[in-house]
């Protein structure tokens, strides 16, 4: 049973438009979110989290922003680049626990 | 530079052979962790370490040794017993409190 889901395998989008990639999770206790960014044959990068006392977080072209009554989370990037062509992994730990649940990823292609 | 290696990127096994990856981080981390990739798939946690000596099985452990002789060193063993060893294999490590991992470049196991 998955806790941490991510729905759409992949989405385009095109440059200077705003990405906007989802996250569902059922484990309530989760309390905090990571999404990382993976290029091909290669580790995931750490991109951004969230505490679930906060509902935003931001960081440049990144922010996140967490629906905790839904169980809800997604990533904004703004305004999307070439290099921002990856697959976004969502992850989601309890406690700060030191295992973290993956999704299965979304590609994101940013069309020129 | 701080950061993690693995190796070799590339490797490739005949079915029955048990293998070896190598992981070594010198960010000084006490908690590493082996994640397997498949086409698809989120990452699946294999095995995690917090300090030297001791391991936790992940949620797929079954087919895979690990040891901790050393903080900077987490080898994985992929024995004869995994029924679907090709994969994309990624090591992490984390500070104990910290829950960002930071990700090796991967090695990619051929088992034909």
């Known amino acids: 049973d998955q806790q941490v889901k991510q729905n759409s395998p992949s989405l385009s989008v095109q440059e200077g438009r705003i990405s906007i990639l989802n996250c569902d999770y059922t484990?309530?206790?989760?309390?905090?979110f990571l999404w990382y960014k993976k290029y091909p044959a290669e580790g995931p990068t750490f991109l951004i989290s969230?505490?679930?006392?906060?509902d935003k977080n931001e960081d440049g072209r990144f922010t996140v922003f967490l629906n905790k009554s839904a169980k809800h989370l997604s990533l904004h990037i703004v305004p999307s680049q070439p290099g921002d062509s990856a697959v976004y992994f969502c992850?989601?730990?309890?406690?700060?626990?030191?295992?973290?649940?993956f999704g299965k990823g979304t590609r994101l292609h940013i069309l020129p | 530079d701080g950061g993690i290696t693995q190796s070799p990127k590339y490797l490739f096994r005949k079915e029955g052979q048990n293998v070896t990856l190598s992981c070594e981080q010198n960010?000084?981390?006490?908690?590493m962790y082996w994640y397997r990739q498949d086409p698809g798939q989120g990452l699946r946690l294999i095995y995690y370490?917090?300090?030297?000596?001791?391991?936790q099985k992940g949620d797929i452990a079954e087919g895979y040794s690990v040891s901790r002789e050393k903080k900077e060193s987490f080898p994985l063993t992929v024995t004869s017993a995994q029924k679907n060893p090709t994969a994309f294999y990624l090591c992490?490590?984390?500070?104990?409190?910290?829950?960002?991992?930071?990700f090796g470049p991967g090695t990619r196991l051929t088992v034909t």
């Open positions: 992490a490590s984390s500070t104990l409190a910290g829950v960002e991992q930071y």
């Open positions: 484990n309530s206790m989760f309390d905090y």
């Open positions: 969230i505490s679930s006392i906060k």
């Open positions: 992850a989601a730990s309890e406690n700060r626990d030191d295992k973290i649940i």
């Open positions: 960010l000084n981390h006490d908690a």
């Open positions: 370490s917090q300090i030297v000596n001791d391991f």
